[in-house]
Structure formats: structure tokens, C-alpha cells
């Protein structure tokens, strides 16, 4: 049996500052995944939008309905950052069906991986930095509603804080969130994770992967978590237009291993998003992303998942 991949439809949308936001990264990961035998089309699942009620464990009934409506105030568009579409609606529910359906897989394979996902600036009544629903937290929820998980870590690794994740779940030692991101970048305002851990701007492979081993093993002891859900953004690499960390492919195909196989070797499923990653060149971006599941193929066999 092979590594669960959830793939996603494309949607696309203009970026600020003229720059196009790269949603045709999804199809490209997908031919790229295939044409380089990353993964066959066996193991390939296609998610389904998942019912208003999943979503409304985290968001507002208000918010979910004005969005899936196209009527939110022209603020809270701006807020978000994308047009309104109903293509755009569809697809973000897609992608939280997505999320929903890798947490699944997770449990029952040890380790699947998602070609979207990671809309972590969703706060319970708004969206924020082009997250519109935030498939993290409404996946931890579903898992925790249908009886299927009590405690989950959420590792983002991401290189902007995951504060609407932070906020959703302040009050609930359920749910641990974890994030290791650029100090001096979006959002302007941090919220409080259960562990925040701000890197300086510049920082390069080796002392990301020193940090992240200082914290990662202690967390997994201390949380004992059922789940681990992994943000696995790729913007903290050199060349991402919102960055301003220094990682390259290799370190991110590193942190991948690092990641996967402490969770996988101490028994902890991992279900993966790839978050964020900005860039004019897509071919580029879209290897990155492919890094998580060549890591995660490689982890997966390894440990005969």
C-alpha cells in the first residue's frame, strides 16, 4: 500500500503588488508528483466539501454563510485578500474537505499528506492573509466531534505565525498549536500558540534544523497527541517572495525527514498540508512542495507504514 496524497483543483486569483497568487500549483504538483513516480494514481484521493455544520465547529455561522454567499462587506474581502467567486468558495470548501480527509487517512495509514491546505490566519469570524477557512482547526474538530481523536499537536512550520489557529484554540488544552516562524513578518500582530518560537530574519539550514530537534522530540513526549497535524509551508526557503528566512531545498527536504520521522518513529500519525510559498517562478515552488512528499514516501516505506 502506498502513501495516501489528497489532490485539489485549481483556482486563480491576483496577488497584490502585481504578482500572481499561485494557485496553479496544485495541478502542476499533482503532473510533477506523477511524472517523477513521487505517486501513482491509485493512491491518489479527490476530497468532497465537507457539510456548513463541520465547518461551523470553528467558524461562525454568520461569517460561513456570508463567505459561501459571496456577501461579506467589502473589509472583510479586503481582509482576506482574494476576490469573491463562487469558483473560490467551492474550492475552499474543497480544501477543507481535503484536510478533513487527510486527518482520516492519517489515522488509519500512519501518514498521508495533502497538495493544499494550511489556511491558518482563518479566525473564527473573519479570514485573513488569503486564508479564508482555516482547515487546520476545523479538522482537529471534526476528528475530536466524530470520536476519532482527544489530543492533537499542530506543528506549523510555516514562515508566518499561525495565529488564527492560535487564537481558535487558546482556551482548549485539547489541541496543542506549535509555531516556529519569522519574528519580523505577517501578521504584524502575533497571537499567543501554546509554543511560539520567533527566528530571526536570515536564518539558513542548519540552525533551523537545530532549533526545530531543540523543541519537536520534547513536544511529542510532553502532548502525547493522537494526531499531529503538519503545516509544512516552503516560504521560509531564500527565494520566497514573503519569506525572509534563508532555507534552501535541501534544508526544507531536511526538515521534512526531520519532521515525519520523529513523529513516525516515536508512533505518532502525522497528517501534512503544504501551507504557504510565494514565488514568480512556479516550476520552483512547485518542486518545493514536492519535497514534503518525497520525504513523506521515503518515511513511508522506511517505517512500512
Known sequence: MDLPIIYHPDYVAPLPEGHRFPMPKFSKLYEMLLGDRVAHPEQIHSPEPPPPEWIELVHTPEYVQAYREGTLDAKAQRRIGLPWSPALANRTCVAVGGTILTAKLALSHGLACNTAGGTHHAFPSYGSGFCIFNDLAIAARV??????????????????QGDGTAVI?????SVFTFSMHCEVNFPGTKQQSDLDVPLPIGMEDDAYLQTLAKYLPDLLSQVKPDL??????????????LGKLALTDTGIFRREMQVLSTCVALGYPVACVIGGGYADDLD?????????????????????L
Request: charge should be negative; proline fraction near 2%; aromatic fraction near 8%.
Open 143 to 160: 476528528l475530536q466531534h466524530l470520536g476519532l481523536v482527544r489530543q492533537i499537536l499542530i506543528v506549523d512550520l510555516d514562515v508566518h
Open 169 to 173: 484554540f487558546q482556551e482548549d488544552s
Open 284 to 304: 520552483s515552488l512547485v518542486y518545493r512542495h514536492s519535497l514534503l512528499h518525497r520525504a513523506a514516501s521515503s518515511v513511508y516505506h522506511q517505517y512500512q
Open 228 to 241: 499531529v497535524l503538519y503545516d509544512a509551508g516552503v516560504d521560509p526557503h531564500a527565494g520566497d517572495l
